[in-house]
T-cell receptor
Framework: DGGITQSPKYLFRKEGQNVTLSCEQN?????MYWYRQDPGQGLRLIYYSQIVNDFQKGDIAEGYSVSREKKESFPLTVTSAQKNPTAFYLC????????????FGQGTRLTVV | GENVEQHPSTLSVQEGDSAVIKCTYS??????FPWYKQELGKRPQLIIDIRSNVGEKKDQRIAVTLNKTAKHFSLHITETQPEDSAVYFCAASGSTGGGNKLTFGTGTQLKVEL
């Protein structure tokens, strides 16, 4: 069953703790993305990766970190430096280059308690 | 970097009417413009896209137009149905990041009323 999978679906974090969101794809896509979705603010790009062992900051990278050690995996760590981490996080992947469709995971809702 | 603006933020139409959502982009090097639909509680899914060498593209009740000179593109939905109710996002992709950076607009909540 091909696709892109995020886990967990819901995540609760205490203030001051780091937390890692998982994103795995078996679509053989080189490019992967993390977006943050808040009401009225659309999908804001946190980080993206074009290839293994390479990634670039998006528009709101502060307080987040990523790694791309495997083609299939692009985990996102929300650090304690992120001031307002409560949000819905979406991971996506697409084949490299212009004009290719991005496929999204089902999202992870992170709540700071 | 690329900046994509989307209007309106909410749109309410009567069933059967047309709906138009507009987006502008800032990077003249952008050359790919997809539209995504996100139903409540679900992931965004591609509904139509257009490349910079084309001015218009249609797929049944939906169409997208692109004006590269003005740097804006629009989504047109005709004969709207209740199942068209969702949030719609435009996006732009271009030369940044080897063509891989994908920047989204802020979304339009479309409500089709009976």
């Amino acid at each position: 069953d091909g696709g892109i999978t995020q886990s967990p679906k819901y995540l609760f974090r205490k203030e001051g703790q780091n937390v890692t969101l998982s994103c795995e794809q078996n679509l053989n896509h080189d490019a992967m993305y993390w977006y943050r979705q808040d009401p009225g603010q659309g999908l804001r790009l946190i980080y993206y990766s074009q290839i293994v062992n390479d990634f670039q900051k998006g528009d709101i990278a502060e307080g987040y970190s990523v790694s791309r050690e495997k083609k299939e995996s692009f985990p996102l760590t929300v650090t304690s430096a992120q001031k307002n981490p409560t949000a819905f996080y979406l991971c996506a992947s697409r084949a490299t280059g212009v004009g290719t469709e991005a496929f999204f995971g089902q999202g992870t809702r992170l709540t700071v308690v | 970097g690329e900046n994509v603006e989307q209007h309106p933020s909410t749109l309410s139409v009567q069933e059967g009417d047309s709906a138009v959502i507009k987006c502008t982009y800032s990077d003249s090097a952008s050359n790919y413009f997809p539209w995504y639909k996100q139903e409540l509680g679900k992931r965004p899914q591609l509904i139509i896209d257009i490349r910079s060498n084309v001015g218009e593209k249609k797929d049944q009740r939906i169409a997208v137009t692109l004006n590269k000179t003005a740097k804006h593109f629009s989504l047109h939905i005709t004969e709207t149905q209740p199942e068209d109710s969702a949030v719609y996002f435009c996006a732009a992709s271009g030369s940044t990041g080897g063509g891989n950076k994908l920047t989204f607009g802020t979304g339009t909540q479309l409500k089709v009323e009976l």
